[in-house]
């Protein structure tokens, strides 16, 4: 640039022609506003700036001015809310809340409408009597196996089969057939002695006992061998959840092959206990049919009445027959008669309870492998600790609730060729809150009575009913059903 080292052609000025160099303090350009060296342009104040998001961490936001420096007639800001209010847990999660009433209802109406978990134990349509009034065989001394299956004729071929069996299954029996619009029972093909389920409850053993007396056996066998029909699930009206626990904690274990060597046996003992006509022996005659069982039927009075050392006999008997024919259910009613209680609470052991116990123990058969023995009593509170315990499950059995009672009473009437209207029904169904089944059908008797049956002039109507209405009345009182309750909460199972 000193023009030297350029062509004299380029540089055609000279220094002099240049315009003077500017002041060096000139050279400087001043800082912009804001920027500049003096102290005061830094020093901002306090939320003079909005907050700028991304530029690292940043005071928080000023706090609003306590109330006294607000000028008056300004309201005081709300303060935020420090923490979102904590939602309430979920109705379905909930425990014992008041939803949780409406969610189990619902469950409960779930489980036992028409599609729900029950619906298999739906009670079956009402039947009319059988034209030649006899449907179902009689005992036959030994053949029948009181399970609703009758033994195969002399030189039938061997059918193995059975709902639980290891053929080709049965047709299903079910209930007695009455109705002419349905097939006659003589139709059905004979069927051959119940099928012996394969799970731990089919025993080969059927030695006679040792030390059983011979004639009390041939007693048990020719005279408590129930040989009625079977009695499928859906005979017994109502009782959904009952039917459930029993075949989910009885049936199905006492079926089911063993897990494994050792693994611990399904229960041997049920009791039922619940008011009088509720059912209870209705449903242990099914535990018998679910089980493809020998039937044996004992009564505590029938028991206790011959004096205690007749009472002992038979009722040792009555295991040794039940051991002989596994599987076999020994169904004993009105347990209470063989036992009393005191008021009190102690034991003042009637002359049958020791021997009792011990069958219950195991000494006569009850512990031994294919007998299961139900016990039923409409009074509970006279069954001391003792034989309580023997008891592996004790369950409920309630009086029927409104849809069953109708059910009940339906196929009560269709047997004595009465039809109500819907209306009607209802009305008795109504009329008859706290009946017992067996009470449904002593007010139907009654009804036939009174309107000069059973010549059957005419067919049952409404007003026959409601004329035996006035005759026949509950016998369960509020307070025994209380009792009932307080006792299945103490020792029942529930369900
Ligand atoms: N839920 C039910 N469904 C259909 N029938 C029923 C039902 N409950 C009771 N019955 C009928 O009522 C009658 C009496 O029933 P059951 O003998 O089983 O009662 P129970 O409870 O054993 O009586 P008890 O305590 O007097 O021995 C029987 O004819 C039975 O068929």
């Known amino acids: 640039y000193g023009g030297g080292s350029l062509a004299p052609g380029y540089c055609t000025q000279t220094g002099a022609a240049l315009p003077p160099p500017p002041p060096a303090a000139l050279l400087q350009p001043p800082p912009p506003p804001g920027y500049g060296p003096s102290g005061s342009l830094y020093n901002y104040p306090a939320g003079g700036y909005a907050a700028q998001p991304g530029y690292g961490t940043l005071p928080p936001p000023p706090a609003p001015p306590p109330a006294p420096y607000l000028t008056s007639g300004l309201a005081a800001p709300t303060p935020l809310p420090t923490a979102a209010p904590s939602r309430p847990p979920p109705s379905s ?3 014992q809340g008041a939803s949780e009433a409406g969610v189990s209802l619902k469950r409960k109406a779930a489980d036992e409408g028409a599609e729900g978990r029950y619906r298999k134990y739906a009670f079956e349509p009402a039947k009319a009597p059988a034209a030649d009034g006899a449907s179902y065989p009689a005992a036959d001394n030994g053949e029948c196996r009181g399970n609703g299956f009758r033994a195969k004729p002399p030189g039938a071929a061997e059918e193995a ?80 959840a009952l039917k459930a626990a029993l075949e989910e904690e009885l049936v199905w274990p006492l079926l089911r092959p063993p897990a494994y060597p050792g693994s611990p046996r399904p229960p041997r003992t049920v009791l039922l206990f619940g008011p009088r006509g509720a059912g209870k022996a209705l449903l242990g005659r099914c535990l018998a049919t679910q089980l493809g069982a020998t039937l044996l039927r004992l ?62 123990d195991g000494g006569c058969g009850a512990g031994a492998d294919g007998v299961l023995v139900v016990g039923t009593t409409s009074r509970p509170a006279a069954l001391d600790e003792a034989t309580r315990r023997r008891f592996a499950l004790r369950f409920y059995v309630t009086l029927p609730d409104g849809p069953a009672r109708g059910q009940i009473l339906q196929r009560a009437l269709a047997q004595q060729g009465c039809a109500l209207s819907e209306r009607e029904l209802a009305a008795l169904v109504q009329g008859t809150q706290g009946f017992s089944g067996g009470e449904l059908g002593q007010l139907c008797q009654q009804a036939a009575a009174g309107a000069g049956l059973p010549g059957l002039q005419r067919p049952l109507s409404y007003k026959d009913l409601e004329a035996a209405l006035a005759k026949v009345g509950p016998r369960a009182s509020p307070k025994e059903l209380d009792s009932f309750v307080e006792w299945d909460k103490m020792y029942g199972f529930g369900h």
Do not use: H, N
């Open 93 to 95: 999660y909930g425990f």
């Open 299 to 360: 009564r505590g009075a029938t028991l206790a009445a011959p004096g205690s050392a007749e009472g002992t006999r038979l009722l040792q008997a009555a295991f040794a027959a039940a051991r002989c024919r596994p599987p076999a259910v020994l169904l004993i009613s009105e347990l209470e008669a063989l036992l009393s209680a005191r008021e009190d609470g102690t034991s003042a052991a009637g002359a049958l309870q020791a021997p009792l116990l011990a069958c219950l």
């Open 161 to 240: 089969s059975g709902k639980y069996g290891g053929g080709v299954p049965l047709k299903v029996l079910g209930s007695p057939v009455y109705g002419p619009q349905l097939e006659p029972f003589e139709k059905f093909p004979e069927r051959s002695p119940a099928p012996a389920p394969r799970g731990a409850f089919a025993v080969p053993s059927g030695e006679p006992p040792k030390g059983v007396d011979p004639g009390a056996l041939e007693l048990v066998t020719s005279k408590m061998v129930d040989c009625g029909p079977p009695v499928q699930w859906a005979d017994v009206a109502g009782q959904g």
